[in-house]
């Protein structure tokens, strides 16, 4: 169980730390729940304050019901730690310089720090937010690959996001989210074991 712990620990700072230091400086739109809720704001006008934590429960109410109690215990531990080391980040400035100026450069590397830490917590049973819920659901009960999930969802709300954001910021979102899909799905592939079987819901 310690060693869990680390696991989801370390995947909480690297994927807190590649938000911080590369996706809130460049401003790359993401998919899932933090797209959905922009997307919601942007046309509807509701707040994030209040969309934010209803998307995040719905997500985490559909995964409970195919992927159980176990994985619901282990996703608040991970969802905390995730908070917690935003907290600390925030408590500095960025320490990566600002790669606003190379779009592209940002896009894969965001894509990197996000795929290597979702997919070590996602490796130990739980997941970093709603986003990661609802992925891990759909994989579940379609039976594809989780990586085919993560795109469908962050396609579609990228694609819906056309509505407002211009084509172009859009390019980079969809490469970063390909990028971290098929580096999370990796992980979680390499080296499986029991770790990784869910209860019933």
């Known amino acids: 169980m310690k060693k869990k712990i680390m696991y989801i620990i370390l995947g909480a700072i690297i994927y ?23 997307l919601i704001h942007h046309w509807l006008g509701f707040q994030p304050s209040i969309l934010t934590p209803i998307l995040d429960i719905s997500c985490y109410a559909f995964a409970y019901k195919y992927l159980g109690g176990r994985f619901l215990k282990i996703s608040i531990v991970s969802t905390f730690s995730v908070s917690f080391f935003f907290k600390i980040w925030e408590q500095f400035p960025p320490i990566l310089p600002d790669l606003s100026a190379y779009p592209f450069a940002s896009a894969i590397l965001g894509g990197i ?63 970063t989210v390909t990028i971290s899909s098929y580096i999370i799905d990796f992980i979680q592939q390499f080296g499986k074991c029991e770790n990784l079987e869910f209860e019933e819901g």
């Open 113 to 175: 720090f996000v795929g290597v830490g979702v997919g070590l917590i996602v490796k130990q049973g739980g997941s970093s937010g709603g986003d990661d819920a609802l992925a891990l659901a759909i994989s579940k009960v379609t039976h594809c690959r989780l990586s085919k999930a993560y795109m469908f969802t962050d396609f579609t709300v990228l694609i819906l996001s056309l509505s407002y954001i211009p084509f172009r910021r859009i390019v980079f979102s969809i490469i």
């Open 16 to 38: 807190s730390f590649g938000i911080y230091n590369i996706h809130q400086q460049t401003r790359v739109t993401e998919g899932g729940v933090i797209g959905t809720m922009l």
